[in-house]
């Protein structure tokens, strides 16, 4: 049972370039969500999506992108990364949605990702 | 805007000393979730509390829902080197019809044990 997924685990990338993360989930949860974390700032939500083409924007979402083809994917763009996008990135699945019962969130294990 | 404050941000205990840390909401909350983060790790997550003064034992972890529902609190009694790690906090609001909402991360408080 692979759970959740995310490549690359490690990432250094030029300022300006594209870059997509991605994240990959075998429970066939509905919800996925992409945070990022960073020293005194905690988790803080980019994106998340309620079902395959469905997104929504979460606190910090300028300069990314998602999209959701297909269920168990969800992969986080930054279209041109600056150095203020370095951190490290997480993804989450959840079987359920928020209002509608337990949604505890499954953890990837991250994507440090550091922009020069 | 809606925000959860976790105190305190480091603790340093002896290995055997208690640990505690608290999460407080400007808004009321319909749940809160508990996570833990090991270094270098991902949050796992540890407990959900959902009614007023609700309080849930996992083993040497005691987590406690204020009554009002604006605080919560993780107390670990007697602690390991294994609890090392960060512990966050994540607050649920809902809207109105309780359809969607907001579920909002603490900063986390980490903890070092020192054997």
């Known amino acids: 049972d692979a759970g959740i997924t995310q490549s690359p685990r490690y990432k250094i990338t030029e300022t300006g370039r594209q870059v997509t993360l991605m994240c990959h989930q075998t429970?066939?949860?509905?919800?996925m969500f992409w945070y990022r974390q960073d020293l005194g700032h905690g988790l803080r939500l980019i994106y998340y999506s309620a079902a395959a083409d469905i997104t929504d924007k979460g606190e910090v979402p300028d300069g990314y992108v998602v999209s959701r083809s297909k269920t168990e994917n969800f992969p986080l763009t930054l279209e041109s990364a600056t150095r203020s996008q370095t951190s490290v990135y997480f993804c989450a699945s959840s079987e359920s949605g928020i209002g509608t019962g337990a949604y505890e969130q499954y953890f990837g294990p991250g994507t440090r990702l550091t922009v020069t | 805007g809606q925000q959860v404050m976790q105190i305190p941000q480091y603790q340093h205990v002896q290995e055997g000393e208690d640990f505690t840390t608290y999460c407080n909401s400007s808004t009321t909350l319909s749940n809160i979730q508990w996570y833990k983060q090991r270094p270098g790790g991902h949050p796992v997550f540890l407990i959900q509390?959902?009614?007023?003064?609700e309080v849930k034992k996992q083993k040497r972890l005691t987590f406690q829902f204020g009554e009002a529902k604006k605080n919560s609190s993780l107390h670990i009694t007697a602690t390991q080197t294994t609890d090392v790690g960060t512990y966050f906090c994540a607050g649920l609001t809902l809207n109105y019809g309780g359809s969607q909402g907001n579920l909002i991360f603490g900063k986390g408080t980490k903890l070092s044990v020192k054997p």
């Open positions: 429970w066939s949860h509905s919800y």
């Open positions: 509390l959902v009614k007023s003064g």
